[in-house]
């Protein structure tokens, strides 16, 4: 069983990654340069703030000791208190990472039709005005960073077109439709800036596909022409689209950092930005940690999928 | 397709070679190459002719909106958005283009040792570099932002090497596939039966094989590059005020985006106008140089 040794090699090379972002992300935080205590209180330090913060944060501890505690608490699902509020971390990210999965799942549901529809197009008008202009289109989609695209959005159903919220606020209390609201534009500054990459490589893909012997061979054969598009050839052009699936999956991480950000939208992303401006050491490691392993379970998925996906290996 | 290394027509001068390159280079090239001079040009002379200074005051009724005198309208303290994004120019070009080298120069030695030497060197750097990849790029730089203390933040060096950071482990990545498929080829194997180190076979063989590859992975990095220091003056971890870094101006007008949306979107598109010119020059290039370019960032 080849491809089995095949995934579980690549199940463990992933679990080694995580490990070594733990470390480098400690490292970065604790151990360079200086002291964590003094940055984290600045030009208010005093003797004393500063023993009391390096008692409470372990600091006097040798690196590795705190290194492995606060891995082991994480590995239980203990990842400590915040230093701000000095809430359970746990309790406080648990909603924001609801709101962000949610609003991930929105932009991947507008994504996929966004993506899909102007491939189908460029690649059954090859080469005439409507490729052409599809292909400036997302050029230029592809060079708008994604905070300037919010802010054109808003400026668009926000200003000129008063139909949507500023401030996509939520809370726990909110209704459905409140929740809706909130969640449009945001979820559509992520569908557009994910869907300009996966709709080039589309095109590319499925023109190469349309023209295969195969498809050829449906063609003479007179099936209809949208029967030949969808069920022939789409499927074959959407395997290599899987690896800028994932590619997504990675931006949708940091983007929802500015994109939550831009938009006043209480996520994970927010979140972090939160900890970083109030220095929030332990807040910090603990996002960043999660943003890494989503990241890495993304990549492990998406080859997965690749190996499970090609007919050579599973026949192996 | 080719349109490099054209053997020389005979009595044909420096000019017309240019000339007769230009005229055979894709398209996507000779429009990202003018986009790029404008910007380049506007960089270098932009502060000699800019109607008003970098952060001169009552230029103008604040929010007033676009006029003939304020192209880009007038932002809440009475300074000229045109001017300022003039100004501007040359702080994103020169971090863009010294982060982006740095993160190069690191990457491609880090790549060629480890695709060369192979060994436990390649698996150490190779699980390093995967394992920085693996941190999402902006929140990698937010944290090192973060990391380096009230000391540094703001200042251009730490825009730099944070830059630098996040494009030197996808650069190594690059530099070691390209360091493996030519370490196999004849003329490797020539050099080293001929006695030379892996110092100098890198060097002299590797390096000036993999500068196809270096140089589309620079002009790619290259051109995201102003997003990112873009997204961090946006989140306010970039440069400080008043510098005019335009990232950081869109923050600064979008409280009041209500009252005069031209001061956002004056800087924000020139931001994606220098960044269509280097997508689409980095297209032409890779075209000349008979590569594909992965527009998707890994």
Redo the contacts between chains.
Sequence with gaps: MSILRLVIGRVL?SL???L??SI??FA??EV???DVAS?IL??DATPETLAALRERLHLNDPAIQRYLSWFGGMLQGDFGNALTSARPITEILAPRIFNTVLLSAVAFGIYLPLALIPALIQATHRERPVDHGLSVVT??L???????LA??L??LF??MIPVLP?ISLVVETSTVSQYARALVLPATTLAIVMAV?AV??LRDNLIEVLESEYIRMAELKGLPRRKVLLRHALPNALVPTLN?TA??L??L??GV??VE?VFGFPGFGSL??DS??L?DVPL?EAT?LI??AV??AA?LLADLGAILLNPRLRAG | MMAVAQPTMPGESRWERVARFWRRAPNSFRIGAVVLLIHLFVAATGPFWAPYGLSQMGTGIPLAGMSWAHPFGVDQLGRDIFSRVVHGAHIVILLSLSGTFLGLVIGAVVGLISGYVGGWIDEILQ??I???I??????LA???I?????QLAGQPILIILVVALVYAPRIARMARAAAVDIATRDFVTVARLRGEGAWSVMRRELLPNASGVLLVEFALRA?YAP?LI??LG????GMRPPTPEW?LM??EN?AL??VS?VT??GP??T???L??G???FTDGLARILGRTVR????
């Design positions: 090379l080694l990654t995580l070594l972002v480098i992300i970065i935080i360079l340069p200086g940055r600045g030009r050029l230029i592809l060079s708008m960073p994604d905070f300037l802010t054109v808003m400026i926000v200003i500023a990459y080039r490589m800028v590619l997504n990675g931006y991480i940091g950092v500015i950000k972090l930005v970083l401006q220095r910090i960043v943003a890494a990241y890495i990549n | 699980r390093l995967e394992a920085l693996s941190i999402p790029f902006l929140v937010l944290i090192a973060a990391a380096a203390g009230p051109g997003v873009g997204s946006f989140l306010g971890f990232g869109i923050s979008r985006l209500i949306p956002v979107l924000g598109l931001l994606a106008s960044v269509v280097l997508n689409l527009l998707a960032d890994a």
